[in-house]
């Protein structure tokens, strides 16, 4: 992390100690988030902490699985993750960093120039140009520095609160959410954290936020991530044979179909 980007960051760490209106009613220390946190119980928070132990027991090195060694580069590898795997972005993005290092570089250029590096990832041609968008409001808006807060990030183009809570957490250390993936909401149903196994995303964001300590947002995303992705995967049924699924699993023996639900 760059000298500039510290500074952001502190002073995003600052700024967010600040009681927001829609966040005031809100438990003590999460009174700066722009939103009402559903209500839970102790149980509940409970039995989270306990899920939450559990994975980083299993899962202790947990960690952004994406290459990236500046905030912009982690923010461009985000966008080009959606509705692709880690592993496919990170064999495209090598090149890609080393042809443009940096914002500027990337404003200069075209969402053409861009697609020629990201043909092998999905929807290439909209992220080429998401790319471009967001580098170049980067460069004219930020003095060519990434943001560090969640307001500013949500200005981007291609960039939605999963993509801002990934490059918080990961370039700057900041939690402001908790990043819901594909793994993650699976994941809330199949170990009984929620009810309904097709919530939206957002819900299930918010009831993290309310269930788990905020110092560990980033890392339940990580370790939820990561249990989903090699042990709980996407198969109809979980094999209910990992021991977390074992000692935590409610849903793991209902078939999960995520298109037919």
């Known amino acids: 992390m760059t000298s500039d980007s510290t500074a952001a960051a502190k002073t995003t760490r600052t700024a967010s100690k600040q009681v927001h209106p829609k966040g005031k009613d809100n438990p003590k220390g999460l009174r700066d988030i722009p ?27 947990s960690k952004c699985e994406l290459d990236f060694s500046a905030p912009h580069e982690l923010l461009i590898a ?5 509705q692709s795997t880690d592993a496919g972005v990170n064999k495209a993005t090598p090149g890609l960093f080393a042809a443009f290092k940096t914002p500027a570089e990337y404003a ?30 980067v460069v004219e808006v930020y003095g060519g520095e990434v943001p560090g807060n969640m307001a500013d ?5 291609g960039v939605a609160r999963k993509t801002a809570n ?8 900041i939690n402001d959410g908790v990043t819901v993936d594909t793994h993650v ?10 009810d309904e196994p097709k ?23 990580h370790t939820m991530v990561l249990h989903g992705r090699y042990s709980c995967t996407a198969r109809p049924n979980c094999k209910h044979d990992h021991p977390i699924c074992v000692k935590f699993g409610v849903n793991c023996d209902k078939a999960y179909n995520k298109s037919k639900l």
């Open 166 to 173: 990934v490059v918080l957490g990961n370039a700057f250390g």
């Open 153 to 157: 990030l949500l200005t981007l183009r």
């Open 199 to 221: 919530m939206d995303t957002g819900k299930i964001e918010k009831l993290l936020m309310a269930l788990m300590p905020r110092p560990r947002w980033s890392e339940i995303g």
């Open 108 to 137: 200069a250029s075209t969402p053409e120039e861009i697609e020629g590096y990201v043909k092998t990832i999905g929807l290439f041609r909209n992220k080429a140009k998401a790319i471009h968008a967001s580098m170049t409001r």
């Open 35 to 61: 939103f009402a946190l559903p209500e839970v119980t102790k149980e509940d928070r409970s039995r989270a902490l306990k899920i939450a132990n559990a994975l980083r027991k299993h899962y202790p090195d």
């Open 78 to 82: 985000t966008i080009l993750s959606a």
């Open 185 to 194: 909401q699976r994941l809330v149903w199949r170990l009984g954290i929620v």
